[in-house]
């Protein structure tokens, strides 16, 4: 007899949009304590997100996205990725993500400097999200399709 492959149902959705709604072999995420990786009848948690990238596969295409900081449900064999921002890796313009990450890079050297009204944990969150983008983009381009 043959053996079921198991799957999972994946969502991905932030304020503005519902990105993902798939059946999928396998999930990475960018959890806040380190990078995991979720298959069919994975054990049922709750953690949170910060910005990097999150991969799926579904048979043997990969799929690739830049998320930032949310959260991650993993409920029987249902993965729920609730982010404030999450954007496919073939739309990411690297020159805008290099762009933002020279802006939160020149930020933040502001505020080492002393520069005043610098909000230095908005800017590290900026840096964070551009250079999650650019890995997204830079992986995107190593995947063949």
Known sequence: ????????SLDIVTPDEHLVYQEVDEVNVPGAEGDFGVLGGHTPFLTSLRPGVLTYRVA?????????????????????ILAQTSEDASKI??????????????????ARKGVEGIDTARAEAALARALARLRAHSQKARDPE
């Open 1 to 8: 007899m043959e053996e079921k492959k198991e799957t999972l």
């Open 60 to 80: 043997e295409q990969s799929h690739c996205l830049a998320v930032s900081e949310g959260f991650a449900e993993i409920v029987s064999d249902r993965v729920i």
């Open 93 to 110: 313009s690297k020159d805008r993500a290099e762009s933002a990450k020279e802006r939160a890079t020149k930020r933040l050297d502001d």
